[in-house]
């Protein structure tokens, strides 16, 4: 993202217990608040399709986003990640992102409602590994197709001081 003129100066874990309590300060029952959004969403989205427009709520963003950050609060599958950028010509931002750190959880509830599936990684080999990691159910086939690619496209790239782990904060 740096050729783009956005660099992460920090990056932060925070725990999503303390980010709730503010806002049950502020705003008291958290189901509440989140059936306020949701309406307002719908009035939002209504508004905008009468006019012709693309029915869209960031209210709704958020509104989503604080749900499943109440969904997953239990799960340990699930980091609350805080990251300030720095945008070129525009100073710092902040983003608060619910980052999925096993993919199990989410793909097994989507799984379990669907009779079958096709499933794909262009990077994740060997097979049983990939089966393993996204919890695809016992008996699944798995197989390692070429790429379609020409060689002669690829390129690899090494870079130094990419993070790896997030670190509390």
């Known amino acids: 993202m740096e050729e783009a003129g956005i660099s992460v100066e920090e990056e932060v874990l925070v725990d999503p217990e303390v980010f709730l309590d503010a806002l049950r300060d502020d705003y008291g029952d958290l189901l509440t608040l989140l059936e306020d959004m ?44 805080l990251s300030r950028y720095r945008v070129r010509g525009e100073g710092s931002s902040l983003k608060l992102e619910l980052v999925a750190l096993d993919p ?7 799984l379990s409602k669907v009779h079958s599936s096709v499933s794909m990684s262009g990077t994740l080999e060997p097979i049983d590994c990939y089966k393993s990691i996204t919890g695809l159910p016992e008996g699944s086939i798995g197989k390692s197709l070429p790429s379609p690619f020409p060689r002669r496209t690829f390129c690899a790239f090494c870079v130094k001081g990419l993070q790896q782990a997030l670190r509390g904060g």
Not at 38 to 51: A, P, Y
Not at 56 to 80: C, D, K, N, P, Y
């Open 38 to 81: 949701r309406e307002v969403c719908n009035r939002i989205k209504r508004g905008r399709l009468m006019e012709g427009m693309l029915p869209r709520s960031h209210i709704g963003s958020v509104g989503g986003f604080l749900q499943r950050l109440v969904e997953h609060l239990e799960t340990r599958s699930f980091a609350f990640v």
């Open 104 to 110: 199990r959880e989410v793909l097994e509830t989507v």
